[in-house]
């Protein structure tokens, strides 16, 4: 392990934390910040989404603690803390494709054998299955006893948890443990530990039984190269997560700015603020996206010698990404933000502070920003989803990350062709599709409660009005 | 009427000025238009003369924005800006940076592009506002929750799996048609039927969840009550009266697609090798021809304002209460 560095996205991303742990601070602290939570707190689903959510975001931040290598250890130029996690699944490379869990290479190779004749085998695959004698016979059995052991710690994991939470209601509630545990069953402990722990258990026994084959087998097999494909699965949910978080943080200052100042002063700033986003979202954002993504190619050709580091490049690249994203998304919110602040310009407090000679700036600041975070929080998690599945798009048509870059994308982008092969190269696509595809959907659930609980208009007639009954259990 | 309309037009100028400033600067200013031409001829041995005679050629050797050694007004008009600007505004889109004819290119391009883009917005609208229409209906019922699911599940999969899951299910395991490629004619059937079922799933999740929303709101509404106290039946309430009234909100998302219908559905062409205008422009983009990047930036939002536009025109048709001043 080396020295720590920082590169420009992990201080972002930490940055994003500092942010929410502030938020977390003041909202506990401040009744009106509370209530909307506690709406979402009640939601079955939306705990059970925020525990994959969180699981993910762990994994993005592990991830992000990065360490330069020592030269001459033959690794990358920088390690995160999750490749040092995950040594066994990065160095354990094979020579090219590997189906999951399997002991055998994918394809036939010329071997000469101990009586010198020339034979075409499946060879051994150099760590998948290593360890057994004879494959043939033990294989099958030996990942089932794995995996089924695996299976077993998670969900003795997940029982210890459930043991905690059990005495903790019955701590705090004071009752009997077993008066709890039936309570909590039930489902009337006021907060929806069933899914909670549901979520959480089914979440421990994947992971157990993911980390009891990891070592031993390529759970989601090999790549073109070797490469477990697991591990860049696991490498991608950083990328995926930075877009996803980056591209609002950037669009946010503009958005906010510009919107609340347009709407609460009106007249000539109004116009201007207007004409800026109707020109920025007449153009279509693919092509704004590509235009400015080929820029940046010309420009960091012309200066290669500043970009020396593969990682700080692909970091470089990833931000302007986002940034470009940023600038095509900034607009709706704009829109938005303008209509409330005209809203709540004409409201009486507004109109008192005018009447009592309070600067703009501080009207602004104290009493429209506040008013205005709601719609904020909402976009944030709403656009969320939409910017995790636009990066495999976009890196599809190579506008995307840097190709050197762990990403669902360019994993759909390599594997894409192979499908064609017989038999069919499927597992680095249903790696990367089953992680996207988690990520996001958990992500929309956990968006629909958060815009159920802090809009105002839904909130009047009860958030869950509409809901259907799958989405209310409990 | 009339003088809305021409205020409309006389608004979108500026607005398209801008766009064209936007895409100017980028490609001009970040980027010389000697970077450009080392670019297309290749490699850092090409000589000082040979960037001179393409840009030459191309008319990019005269000043960006300001000419200052012409005389009088020449010294605004006689700048790439300028020139190229007003060439875009009266589209004549020139030759791309390879040399072809844009307008021709433009004009075959287009067939496959609304072949494919037609069909999807037609089959999109009747398939979402059907399915949409039912839940409303059935609002509450078991029927209502699954689809509340799988609505929620069709979101958050990813485009690019429906495209090629069903390349791969339909077309090479199945062999029900060709995994890509177009044909004139009817011929073309056999190969838009895939491309069009895609986009046809890939925004339904997100489209039935809306329209549901805007049915939901149409009937809590007191008229619908009204409809219902006069006796009239459910399918005559729900399709004369509710959809009626929920058509405003959903015309205005149906026309911001109209640029998408004109683009085509960049990825969707690119993966089904279908030669419209979606596989030009990323073909355009991925052999940095700026020329043609910059003439679809500048249809794109001139599509997006005569979307604009005609939103507000539906609305009339729509809702006769609406009139445009």
């Given at each position: 392990?080396?020295?720590?560095?920082l590169?420009?996205?992990?201080?972002?991303?930490?940055?994003?934390?500092?942010v929410?742990?502030?938020?977390?601070l003041?909202?506990?602290?401040?009744?009106h910040?509370r209530?909307?939570?506690?709406?979402?707190?009640?939601?079955?689903?939306?705990?059970?989404?925020?525990?994959?959510?969180?699981?993910?975001?762990l994994?993005a931040?592990?991830?992000?603690?990065?360490?330069?290598?020592?030269?001459?250890?033959?690794?990358?130029?920088?390690?995160?803390?999750?490749?040092?996690?995950?040594?066994?699944?990065r160095?354990g490379?094979?020579t090219t494709?590997?189906?999951?869990?399997?002991?055998?290479?994918?394809?036939?190779?010329?071997?000469?054998?101990e009586?010198?004749?020339?034979?075409?085998?499946?060879?051994?695959?150099?760590?998948?299955?290593?360890h057994?004698?004879?494959?043939?016979?033990?294989?099958?059995?030996?990942?089932?006893?794995?995996?089924?052991?695996?299976?077993?710690s998670?969900?003795?994991?997940?029982?210890?948890?459930?043991?905690?939470?059990?005495?903790?209601v019955?701590?705090?509630?004071?009752?009997a443990?077993?008066?709890?545990?039936?309570?909590?069953l039930?489902?009337?402990?006021?907060?929806?530990?069933?899914?909670l722990?549901?979520?959480?258990?089914?979440?421990?026994?994947?992971i157990g039984?993911?980390?009891a084959?990891?070592?031993?087998?390529?759970?989601?097999?090999?790549?073109?190269?070797?490469?477990?494909?697991?591990?860049?699965?696991?490498?991608?949910?950083?990328?995926?997560?930075?877009?996803g978080?980056?591209?609002?943080l950037?669009?946010?200052p503009?958005?906010?700015a510009?919107?609340?100042?347009a709407?609460?002063?009106?007249?000539p700033?109004d116009?201007?603020?207007?004409?800026?986003?109707?020109?920025?979202?007449?153009?279509?954002?693919?092509?704004?996206?590509?235009?400015?993504?080929?820029?940046?190619?010309?420009?960091?050709?012309?200066?290669?010698?500043?970009?020396?580091?593969?990682?700080?490049r692909?970091?470089?690249?990833?931000?302007?990404?986002?940034?470009?994203l940023?600038?095509?998304?900034?607009?709706?919110?704009?829109?938005?933000?303008?209509?409330?602040?005209?809203k709540?310009?004409?409201?009486?407090f507004?109109?008192?502070?005018?009447?009592?000679?309070?600067?703009?700036?501080?009207?602004?600041?104290?009493?429209?920003?506040?008013?205005v975070?709601?719609?904020?929080?909402?976009?944030?998690?709403?656009?969320?989803?939409?910017?995790?599945?636009?990066?495999?798009?976009?890196?599809y048509?190579?506008?995307?990350?840097?190709?050197?870059?762990?990403?669902?994308?360019?994993m759909?982008?390599?594997?894409?062709?192979?499908l064609?092969?017989e038999?069919?190269?499927?597992?680095s696509?249903a790696?990367?599709?089953?992680?996207?595809?988690?990520?996001v959907?958990a992500?929309?659930?956990?968006a629909?409660?958060?815009?159920d609980a802090?809009?105002?208009?839904?909130?009047?007639?009860?958030a869950?009005?509409?809901?259907?009954?799958a989405t209310?259990?409990? | 009427?009339?003088?809305?309309l021409?205020?409309?037009?006389?608004?979108?100028?500026?607005?398209?000025?801008?766009?064209?400033?936007?895409t100017?600067?980028?490609?001009?200013?970040?980027n010389?238009?000697?970077?450009?031409?080392?670019?297309?001829?290749?490699?850092?041995?090409?000589?000082q003369?040979?960037?001179?005679?393409w840009?030459?050629?191309?008319?990019?050797?005269?000043?960006l924005?300001?000419?200052?050694?012409?005389?009088?007004?020449a010294?605004?008009?006689?700048?790439?800006f300028?020139?190229?600007?007003?060439?875009?505004f009266?589209?004549?889109?020139?030759?791309?940076?390879?040399?072809?004819?844009?307008?021709?290119?433009l004009?075959?391009?287009m067939?496959?592009?609304?072949?494919?883009?037609?069909?999807v917005l037609?089959?999109?609208?009747?398939?979402a506002?059907?399915?949409?229409?039912?839940l409303?209906?059935?609002?509450?019922?078991?029927?209502?929750?699954w689809?509340a699911?799988?609505?929620?599940?069709?979101?958050?999969i990813?485009?690019?799996?429906?495209?090629?899951?069903?390349?791969?299910?339909?077309?090479?395991?199945?062999?029900?048609v060709?995994?890509?490629?177009?044909?004139g004619?009817l011929?073309?059937?056999?190969?838009l039927?895939l491309?069009?079922l895609?986009?046809?799933?890939?925004?339904?999740?997100?489209?039935?969840?809306?329209?549901?929303?805007?049915?939901?709101e149409?009937?809590?509404?007191?008229y619908?009550r009204?409809a219902?106290a006069?006796?009239l039946?459910?399918?005559?309430?729900?399709?004369?009266?509710?959809?009626?009234?929920?058509?405003?909100?959903i015309?205005?998302?149906?026309?911001?697609?109209?640029?998408?219908?004109?683009?085509?559905?960049?990825?969707?062409?690119?993966?089904?090798?279908?030669?419209?205008?979606?596989?030009y422009?990323?073909?355009?983009?991925?052999?940095?021809?700026?020329?043609?990047?910059?003439?679809?930036?500048?249809?794109?939002?001139?599509?997006?304002?005569?979307?604009?536009?005609?939103?507000?025109?539906?609305?009339?048709?729509a809702?006769?209460?609406v009139?445009?001043?």
């Amino acid at each position: 392990m080396g020295e720590f560095t920082l590169l420009t996205t992990d201080a972002c991303l930490f940055a994003l934390l500092a942010v929410a742990i502030v938020y977390c601070l003041q909202a506990r602290r401040h009744e009106h910040l509370r209530a909307p939570w506690r709406e979402v707190w009640r939601r079955p689903v939306a705990v059970g989404a925020s525990v994959v959510l969180g699981a993910f975001m762990l994994v993005a931040v592990a991830d992000s603690i990065h360490f330069e290598s020592r030269a001459g250890s033959g690794d990358g130029d920088v390690l995160s803390a999750l490749d040092i996690a995950l040594r066994p699944l990065r160095t354990g490379s094979e020579t090219t494709y590997s189906a999951p869990l399997a002991a055998y290479a994918y394809s036939r190779e010329s071997v000469v054998d101990e009586s010198g004749k020339l034979t075409r085998i499946y060879p051994r695959l150099v760590h998948g299955g290593a360890h057994l004698a004879d494959p043939g016979r033990e294989h099958g059995a030996d990942v089932a006893r794995r995996a089924a052991a695996g299976a077993a710690s998670g969900l003795l994991g997940g029982l210890a948890l459930s043991t905690l939470c059990v005495l903790a209601v019955a701590r705090r509630r004071n009752r009997a443990p077993v008066a709890a545990a039936r309570l909590l069953l039930a489902g009337r402990a006021g907060f929806p530990w069933r899914s909670l722990l549901g979520v959480s258990t089914a979440l421990l026994i994947v992971i157990g039984i993911c980390a009891a084959l990891a070592p031993h087998y390529h759970v989601f097999g090999t790549d073109k190269v070797g490469n477990d494909v697991l591990y860049q699965a696991l490498k991608s949910v950083r990328t995926g997560i930075l877009i996803g978080l980056l591209t609002t943080l950037i669009s946010l200052p503009f958005a906010l700015a510009l919107g609340i100042a347009a709407g609460y002063f009106r007249g000539p700033i109004d116009d201007a603020v207007q004409y800026l986003y109707t020109t920025l979202s007449s153009i279509p954002g693919v092509l704004l996206i590509a235009a400015a993504a080929l820029m940046l190619d010309v420009y960091m050709t012309r200066h290669a010698a500043d970009f020396d580091m593969l990682a700080a490049r692909a970091d470089l690249r990833l931000l302007a990404l986002c940034a470009i994203l940023g600038i095509t998304s900034w607009t709706s919110l704009c829109r938005l933000l303008r209509a409330e602040a005209l809203k709540l310009r004409e409201i009486e407090f507004v109109v008192a502070a005018q009447a009592l000679g309070v600067r703009s700036t501080t009207i602004l600041r104290r009493h429209l920003l506040p008013n205005v975070m709601h719609i904020v929080m909402i976009t944030t998690v709403l656009d969320f989803s939409g910017l995790v599945l636009a990066e495999a798009a976009l890196t599809y048509i190579d506008i995307g990350v840097d190709p050197s870059m762990d990403s669902w994308g360019n994993m759909i982008n390599g594997a894409r062709l192979e499908l064609a092969r017989e038999p069919a190269v499927w597992w680095s696509l249903a790696a990367a599709m089953s992680f996207m595809f988690a990520l996001v959907l958990a992500a929309n659930l956990f968006a629909d409660a958060v815009r159920d609980a802090f809009d105002p208009r839904l909130r009047q007639f009860g958030a869950d009005r509409d809901l259907p009954a799958a989405t209310r259990e409990s | 009427m009339s003088a809305y309309l021409l205020r409309r037009v006389l608004y979108a100028l500026p607005i398209l000025l801008g766009v064209n400033l936007i895409t100017f600067l980028l490609f001009f200013v970040v980027n010389t238009p000697d970077d450009m031409a080392r670019m297309q001829l290749g490699d850092r041995r090409v000589t000082q003369a040979a960037i001179e005679k393409w840009k030459v050629e191309r008319g990019y050797d005269r000043p960006l924005f300001w000419h200052a050694d012409a005389g009088g007004v020449a010294r605004a008009t006689d700048t790439l800006f300028f020139t190229s600007t007003l060439q875009l505004f009266s589209f004549d889109f020139g030759k791309s940076d390879g040399g072809r004819d844009i307008g021709t290119d433009l004009k075959q391009r287009m067939g496959p592009s609304l072949a494919i883009a037609v069909p999807v917005l037609m089959l999109q609208l009747v398939v979402a506002l059907a399915w949409a229409l039912l839940l409303a209906w059935l609002r509450g019922s078991r029927f209502d929750a699954w689809s509340a699911v799988i609505c929620v599940a069709m979101m958050s999969i990813s485009g690019l799996f429906y495209i090629i899951g069903g390349q791969y299910l339909i077309a090479k395991l199945w062999r029900l048609v060709p995994i890509s490629g177009y044909d004139g004619g009817l011929a073309a059937v056999r190969f838009l039927a895939l491309p069009v079922l895609v986009g046809v799933l890939i925004s339904l999740g997100s489209n039935v969840r809306w329209y549901r929303t805007v049915f939901l709101e149409e009937m809590g509404r007191e008229y619908v009550r009204m409809a219902r106290a006069k006796g009239l039946s459910d399918a005559r309430v729900m399709f004369a009266h509710v959809l009626r009234n929920a058509l405003i909100p959903i015309l205005t998302g149906v026309v911001v697609l109209l640029p998408s219908l004109f683009l085509g559905a960049l990825i969707t062409e690119a993966f089904f090798a279908i030669p419209g205008l979606g596989s030009y422009t990323i073909d355009a983009i991925q052999a940095q021809d700026f020329a043609i990047v910059r003439t679809m930036v500048f249809l794109g939002s001139l599509l997006y304002i005569l979307g604009l536009l005609l939103t507000d025109l539906s609305y009339v048709i729509a809702d006769p209460r609406v009139r445009l001043e």
